[in-house]
């Protein structure tokens, strides 16, 4: 295995960098604040073609694989958005991008997979407030209308909804006691977000706060035959592929949180003197917390070079995509919270930047998956053990 970057990598990284440090930790501050969504962000990552990486070159990408998506999120992050990029490259690439380009219709993909490269944001409805986790319990039901469909449910905590154009919605369109077995009957629509009868509230919350968080609601929402994405009945699989490539840029977002919070905390240490005049990053008690978190944002950078590899080689990467999100969100929540410490009261002010991306960090231990949920996955899928709930 090699661990040198290609030239164009190398090219695109740099692009990158030069992008993101022309919005660093004071625009984010600022948008946080404002809870605005980074347009001026997402246009600029657009205009360098970074958001269209993963788009076949006829329809106006760049045709590149996830390893170098999972390089373009964690320099961007590192330069001052922290774990907010990953969510970005969520809405858009992955959520509207990918699901076209492996499962949509060549209609499909000639209307929508140009506009994504050029910043479309695509939400995604999965989530439900009694299925939580467990999307195969999900409730919201598409049911059969003439050439279409009529969609009545509920979703929560759906991103970006208030800046989206097109959401992707997880239905059931058979109901769970006429299925053959729980994974079959999900089915996949890209829809627009202003349509009759569908309607969201934003939810208040801690964090992440440039992209909102919502709950949506479906009350006879007519979809067209031509916006279903794959297969009728059979989107269980098609899921799991876009949701482990969510996992990807999550850990990628989060390594350049890590990064970026324990620059802040060294360069804060070496600055500061007390006690005799020493810096207090000479303290071994102030050097191994942050030394800790630099470890162990390594291994999860490493991890998601795997599972991007593996995506890109046409291999199974869920169980590489999963592990890395667990440590990474561990990792950047050690190193925000160990800057934080570093900087005694200052690290508590907004002026540091570090409590921004201590909030941002923490829903990746929750979301999009839980580390508990994936400690079941990996005890399953790894370790052979039983099914445990």
């Known amino acids: 295995m090699k661990f040198d970057l290609s030239e164009q990598q190398r090219i695109i990284v740099d692009t990158a960098r030069r992008v993101g440090e ?12 404002d809870k605005a969504f980074p347009r001026e962000f997402w246009k600029a990552v657009c205009d360098a073609g970074l958001a269209g990486t993963l788009v076949p070159e006829e329809y106006g990408g760049s045709e590149l694989g996830m390893f170098e998506k999972a390089l373009i999120v964690e320099t961007l992050a590192a330069a001052g958005g922290g774990a907010t990029v990953g969510q970005l490259f969520m809405v858009g690439p992955i959520f509207g991008g990918l699901a076209i380009q492996r499962f949509g219709s060549t209609e499909m993909k000639k209307e929508y997979l140009p506009k994504i490269a050029n910043g479309l944001i695509v939400a995604m409805a999965l989530t439900e407030p009694d299925a939580g986790s ?13 050439n279409g469909w009529k969609l009545n449910g509920r979703k929560m905590w759906t991103t970006a909804m208030e800046a989206a154009d097109k959401v992707l919605v997880i239905a059931r369109t058979t109901k769970i006691q006429d299925a053959p077995k729980k994974t079959f009957g999900l089915s996949l629509f890209m829809i627009d977000v202003k349509r009759m009868g569908l309607e969201f509230s934003p939810i208040e919350k801690l964090g992440t706060n440039t992209l909102s968080s919502s709950n949506v609601f479906f009350d006879d929402v007519q979809i067209d035959g031509s916006e279903l994405v794959g297969e009728l009945d059979n989107g269980w699989r098609q899921l799991l592929d876009i949701l482990n490539t969510e996992r990807i840029a999550a850990t990628a977002s989060l390594v350049g949180t890590g990064e970026l919070a324990t620059r802040l905390g060294v360069a804060y240490a070496n600055d500061r003197k007390v006690f005799g005049g020493k810096p207090i990053s000479s303290y071994q008690g102030l050097q191994f917390p942050l030394a800790q978190a630099y470890v162990e944002i390594e291994s999860a950078r490493l991890m998601n070079y795997k599972a991007a590899w593996l995506f890109d080689n046409g291999r199974d990467h869920g169980a590489e995509a999963n592990i890395a999100k667990l440590i990474s969100a561990r990792a950047a929540e050690l190193a925000t919270d160990r800057a934080m410490q570093m900087m005694g009261g200052m690290g508590y002010a907004k002026d540091s930047h570090v409590e921004r991306l201590w909030r941002d960090a923490r829903l990746f231990r929750i979301a999009p998956i839980s580390e508990e949920m994936i400690y079941n996955f990996v005890a399953m899928q790894n370790l052979g053990m039983p099914r445990s709930y």
């Open 134 to 146: 467990n999307s195969l319990e999900i409730q919201t039901f598409a049911e059969r209308d003439g």
């Open 22 to 33: 022309d919005f660093g930790p004071d625009y984010w501050r600022k948008q946080d604040a």
